[in-house]
């Protein structure tokens, strides 16, 4: 027997199917082992000797695959192909290892880019070790974010109470999002006009903008004052014009090549919005394999690479697909070939792009989820496009000369693009993360050189410069991967961990930090800078890949790192906290207290009018403080640094927005222990005033006066029922809007929807939630797995108080930690909800149950 060792039960089954009754292929769960979450688990002083553990979580499996090896005559691991993938073999291995049951086995490695039977076949006929300088680079990296986070994060909680941990490159892409957020905060508008002018010519209107006035050449942003540009408008205004030159010149747009990591997670943002950790949760579940009539599949190759080729033989699939479906004009004439980018050869796999090019998106597409076929869509129209024949356009420039009536000559610009040949972009267009327009793109009627044009109007309009954009999370991947920092199988876990910990906050997709993020931010830059310079991480990870290549020892990286980072550590022990804070005042000052527009100093505190503010230490972190304190105790809550409107806050953090014209109570915001909410007057004779919790990312520093009285007048009444004749009210409450009648909560689409929802929508959202087993507390269904022989009945994943679980209504299984519900499979909760029947759990039978059924 031959033991096949992989990450995932999904792939699991997949390449089960492939193998045969000669193979018994087993899932680890992914990491088997991990470094301690404890001091010393990584000891520089042992030459950087690691301390493992098996994760708790995973004894169970390990066992399995313990006895699995015991009795098999081979071992073939088969974990990804990438770092990671290499490293859950490595620890695989040791770990068998220690228990002594590998003995004179043979372990071999195996990698396939394709979960599909001919790559699994393949790979299986050609074995080869593992990787040392591969997992040497996982260790080296291993080592130095759990130094790093266990270093750092100490200093970061003594001197920064509320701070969490900072980790290697999470921290490098909060620097990159907070120094953005600065360029917006300094940035200063510049005013401009734009002059066009409506020509017509044979009754055909287009637009020119102007260029010259006078021999001098007008600028985008050349004419900057109202005065100007109404000069130049009136002098237009009597102007004749005629066509200098028209200039067209032939054009071509190549395709982009196929995905790879990074390109896939900014495209699928860009036109899907999906973030990048789902992107990768559904691209993974795509690569191990889903049904397809019946088959087991993989759809997609590996989706973590830095590599743009494809194979010979998918670029010749992709060949016949297009000659067949769009016939020999969209096909070149020789293959397009792309040249991976990536440093590290090692890591530099094949594209992402459909195991079958010849499996079409709608003959999969019944099969998959909604995520599943929008994203394998996504991926096979790409692939095919970087195949296809170039768009061929048509630039013309037109050229025109405008006598002036103040006798001066005036020169305008017209272009446009006529689309002559759309090549690829008959199936595919990158998606862009500017919305405006193009105005090259525009259609030019037909002009002739000397022709002379009829006025039809002048426009002057005003501008202003704006800021940068703030990053969305497509273009900080796109940034990180310009700098070189951090890695494929990196992107998506840097977002989620800054989300997580609080330190951004996605706004309409716009990634914007929070409070907390920028002091954490300020710190680094003021005692820990060469740690979060990108030119030093990318270095970093530019090492790293090269011990992955066996160009360099991993011990030797790490003790040039350790030897610089303790003496950095070192010279901060003896800081004293006002000394932090004082440093931060310096660097956030221009953040905390932006200046004025009546010209008065920025930090006089709003409430005593003698003191000054500055950012001050609490035991729940940082806040803004008056100096005259206890005298006055002025505060003001970091959520609300730079907005400005120190007259609207009091002390204590609470904001006054007005007076209730109902009641005469004073209109509040606060903050409280679950986030911010709005409040009706105060305490009176030990009866709590009336609240409402403001919604998730309703920002409680710039909310408006009728919308927090709106809240305020929740729940609204929207109705009787009609069958029960009880009341259905609409209101908002901890895990969103929602409708309730007679106990049965109902959620609703949107906040807004609260206050405009109907009777009829209403009844009909009870009446779903009530076909679901909807009542108060009850669980919400994730997915509905159906029958099973085994357990007497349906088997469902349900949303637990806890985390989701599978159930069959008597025995419920917790799901593993970072298992996603969607990708559940029956096989899957059957031997979850098997192994926790074999533990006794299930609902209790009473004793004489129990007897009677001895009895029988």
């Known amino acids: 027997m031959n033991v096949v060792i992989v990450e995932s039960p999904a792939k699991a089954k997949t390449i089960n199917k492939y193998l045969g009754s000669d193979y018994n292929v087993l899932a680890s769960f992914g990491h088997i082992r991990d470094l301690p979450s404890k001091d010393g688990s990584v000891q520089p002083d042992q030459d950087f000797e690691m301390t493992w553990e098996v994760d708790p979580k995973k004894s169970k499996q390990v066992s399995e695959i313990t006895k699995a090896v015991r009795a098999a005559d081979r071992v073939i691991l088969a974990t990804d192909p990438d770092r990671e993938g290499e490293a859950i073999s490595w620890h695989v291995l040791e770990v068998l290892r220690r228990k002594g049951v590998l003995k004179d086995k043979p372990v071999e490695r ?24 591969l997992v040497e680079a996982y260790l080296a990296r291993r080592a130095l974010d759990y130094l790093v986070g266990f270093t750092l994060s100490p200093v970061l909680w003594r001197k920064i109470p509320g701070a969490r941990s900072a980790g290697r490159v999470q921290s490098v892409a909060l620097r990159i999002v907070c120094d953005r957020e600065a360029e917006i905060e300094s940035f200063v508008p510049q005013e401009y006009w734009s002059i066009v002018a409506g020509l017509l010519s044979e009754g055909n209107g287009f637009e020119a903008r102007l260029t010259a006035a ?12 109202g005065d100007w540009a109404d000069t130049l408008r009136k002098a237009l205004e009597g102007a004749t014009y005629r066509v ?33 950790d789902r992107t990768m949760r559904t691209a993974q579940r795509l690569y191990e394999g889903v049904t397809v009539n019946g ?35 969209y096909l070149p004439s020789s293959p397009r070939v792309y040249r991976t980018k990536a440093k590290n050869a090692q890591e530099a796999h094949e594209a992402i792009r459909p195991t079958d090019l010849g499996r079409r998106p709608s003959d999969v597409a019944r099969s998959l989820d909604e995520d599943q076929a929008r994203l394998y869509e996504l991926i096979w129209k790409r692939t095919l496009a970087s195949q296809m024949e170039s768009a061929e356009l048509e630039r013309t420039t037109v050229d025109i000369e405008a006598a002036g009536s103040d006798g001066k000559v005036y020169g305008l610009r017209a272009v446009g693009t006529v689309q002559r040949f759309d090549g690829f972009l008959t199936l595919y267009q990158e998606g862009s993360d500017d919305d405006a327009e193009n105005e ?80 954490v931010t300020a710190f680094l830059e003021g005692f820990f800078k060469r740690y979060v310079e990108y030119d030093f991480t990318a270095d970093l990870e530019e090492k790293l890949d090269r011990i992955s290549n066996g160009e360099i020892g991993w011990q030797d990286v790490l003790r040039e790192f350790w030897r610089d980072f303790t003496a950095e550590i070192e010279a901060t022990s ?50 803004i403080g008056c100096s005259n304190y206890p005298d006055c105790r002025y505060t003001r809550d970091l959520t609300a640094l730079g907005d400005g409107d120190e007259t609207a806050v009091l002390e204590n953090g609470v904001r006054v927005l007005g007076t209730d014209p109902e009641s005469g109570l004073e209109v509040t915001v606060r903050t409280g222990r679950f986030g911010p909410y709005a409040q009706l007057g105060e305490a009176e004779n030990g009866e709590k005033p009336k609240r409402a919790s403001l919604p998730k990312g309703v920002d409680p520093a710039s909310i ?12 609204r009444q929207v109705g009787i029922h009609p069958e029960s004749g009880k009341p259905i009210t609409a209101g908002i409450g901890r895990y969103g809007p929602f409708v309730l009648h007679d106990g049965t909560f109902a959620n ?87 192994a926790k029947a074999a533990k006794g759990g299930g609902k209790k039978t009473s004793k004489r149950a129990s007897k009677s059924a001895g009895k029988n």
């Open 110 to 133: 195996v990698v396939f880019n394709a979960v599909t039977k001919q790559a699994v076949l393949d790979a299986i006929a050609h074995p080869r070790e593992i990787d040392g300088p």
């Open 214 to 225: 006078d021999g001098k050449k007008i600028d985008r942003l050349t004419v900057n004052s």
């Open 244 to 276: 200098n030159s028209v200039e067209k010149k032939p054009v071509k747009r190549h395709p982009q090549p196929p995905f790879m990591t990074s390109t896939l997670q900014q495209e699928a943002s860009r036109k899907l919005g999906f973030s990048a």
């Open 295 to 329: 088959e087991a599949v993989g759809l997609i190759t590996y989706m973590r690479t830095d590599g743009v080729e494809i194979v010979p033989e998918a670029i010749n699939a992709a060949r016949n697909v297009i000659r067949s479906d769009y016939g020999e004009r």
């Open 440 to 519: 090259d793109d525009r259609r030019l009627p037909p002009v002739r050189e000397g022709e002379s044009l009829d006025l039809e109007k002048i426009t002057a309009t005003q501008h202003f410069t704006e800021p940068p954009p703030r990053y969305t999370e497509a273009t900080l991947i796109k940034r990180l991967e310009e700098l070189g920092i951090g890695r494929p199988s990196t992107y998506a876990a840097t977002l989620k961990v800054l989300q997580d910990r609080e330190y951004v906050r996605l706004d309409k997709r716009r990634l914007l930090p929070e409070a907390k993020g920028r002091v």
């Open 574 to 623: 003896d800081l004293k906290t006002s000394e932090v804070f004082e440093a931060l005042n310096e660097i956030l000052g221009p953040y905390l207290f932006p200046p004025k527009t009546d010209g008065t100093d920025p930090r006089t505190c709003p409430s005593c009018e003698t003191g000054r503010l500055s950012i001050k230490r609490g035991k729940n972190g940082p806040f």
């Open 704 to 715: 408006e006066f009728e919308q927090v009285l709106a809240y305020l007048s929740l729940p």
């Open 748 to 834: 609703l689409d949107s906040v807004e929807e609260v206050f405009t929802v109907g009777l009829n929508r209403a009844v009909a959202a009870i009446a779903e939630k009530q076909q679901r087993g909807g009542r108060r507390g009850a669980a919400a269904t994730i997915k509905a797995l159906g029958d099973h022989a085994d357990f007497g009945g349906p088997i469902e994943v349900k949303a637990g108080r806890y985390g989701p679980y599978v159930t069959n209504g008597k025995i419920n299984a917790t799901l593993p930690k970072g298992t996603d519900p969607e990708s559940v499979t029956m096989d899957t909760a059957a031997e979850l909800l098997a």
